[in-house]
């Protein structure tokens, strides 16, 4: 097939360009810096040559986002905003006007939609979006809001030919440089991956080979359409995560950190402590009804097999693998 991909540099973006390249697919990506032979350079706002691209396509997978891994000022989460919505729409644009679009885009969302709670999961039917929990920072609903408009740049793209899914991702497990399971990582080599504030917040993730297995389902089942979570099966606590990670880095112990200290901690690598903070109770209740089978339901089990290929990569090469951050535009 023809796969673009909006905002294709990042982590995701490169998880999935080189699995769907890999598989024999023809990759483009579009991106603000292109670097490579099968880069476009586009600017995210606004329809240009780049648009040739997604004519005649058959899919478009639109990751294109300012990265959440940042100090959540209001600056940087206008750029979250605008970066996410002036992308969708103007991919809805492109769309809109092809001669031959693509039969399908899915969109990238994430599953900070729902709501920050602990005693039941959110699935697609019965999930609770967030935004008016009570006890948690004001800024947690924007957001919030940055998803729920998101989305709704998708939905409202008047693109009749083409299925639009959005994939409400849990976050991805790589051992890429830079990811979120390279960084944990670190910190439970260091000894400091101890439960944060108590440690009963619930983590929701996906290994990177089922995240891009369920694209690849995706693609191919024309039966679906709208949101679908991205989420193994098996959303632990916080304090069980961190456990299971540094038993499969064969690491101990882990000292905890208090909610103070995981906001020092937040602040000195210029991220926020709502990735930490926020429990995210996300279950795949589309993909299982639809037969999906996840290779790694279970978090135990993902963290040896990732871990195990951290350790062939730096073994081979003295250094981790891949790509950067876990957004790109």
């Known amino acids: 097939m023809k796969i673009v991909l909006p905002g294709g540099t990042g982590q995701v973006g490169t998880i999935l360009d080189r699995a769907l390249t890999a598989a024999g697919h023809d990759v483009t990506v579009l991106t603000r810096r292109p ?17 040739e691209a997604i004519d005649g396509c058959d899919v478009v997978i639109n990751l294109a986002g300012r990265s959440v891994s940042c100090r959540y000022t209001a600056e940087n989460l206008r750029a979250m905003m605008d970066s996410r919505v002036d992308s969708a729409r103007v991919i809805g644009e492109a769309i809109a006007t092809a001669a031959r679009p693509p039969r399908v885009w899915l969109q990238m969302s994430t599953a900070t939609v729902y709501a920050h709670r602990f005693e039941a999961a959110h699935d697609e039917a019965t999930g609770v979006i967030g935004g008016s929990e009570a006890g948690v920072p004001d800024y947690w609903a924007y957001s919030v809001r940055i998803a729920e408009n998101w989305e709704r740049a ?16 849990a976050m991805v497990m790589s051992p890429d440089r830079g990811g979120v399971f390279d960084v944990l990582s670190r910190l439970a080599r260091l000894g400091l991956g101890g ?10 993730w996906i290994h990177d080979e089922d995240f891009v297995r369920a694209v690849e389902f995706l693609i191919a089942r024309e039966d679906i359409e709208g949101p679908v979570n991205l989420a193994a099966p098996g959303p632990v606590p916080h304090r069980a995560f961190m456990r299971a990670l540094r038993t499969a880095w064969g690491v101990p112990v882990g000292l905890p950190a208090t909610r ?10 210029r991220t926020d402590t709502e990735l930490l903070l926020k429990s995210r109770r996300v279950v795949p209740g589309r993909l299982r009804s639809a037969g999906f089978a996840f290779a790694f339901p279970e978090w135990d089990r993902a963290a040896a097999s990732l871990v195990g290929r951290a350790r062939g990569v730096r073994g081979a090469s003295g250094g981790a693998a891949g790509a ?3 957004g790109a535009a």
Do not use: C, N
């Not at 670097?35 to 648009?51: K, N, V």
């Not at 439960?195 to 929701?204: M, R």
């Not at 103070?260 to 690598?269: I, K, P, T, V, Y």
């Open 324 to 326: 950067g951050g876990r």
């Open 260 to 269: 103070w200290m995981a906001e020092l901690g937040a602040f000195a690598l």
């Open 154 to 169: 998708q939905a409202e793209a008047p693109t009749a030919a083409t299925r639009k899914v959005a994939l409400r991702s």
């Open 195 to 204: 439960p944060v504030a108590g440690g009963a917040q619930y983590v929701s």
């Open 35 to 51: 670097a490579r032979p099968h880069h476009i350079g586009w600017d995210g706002t606004a329809l240009g040559r780049w648009a």
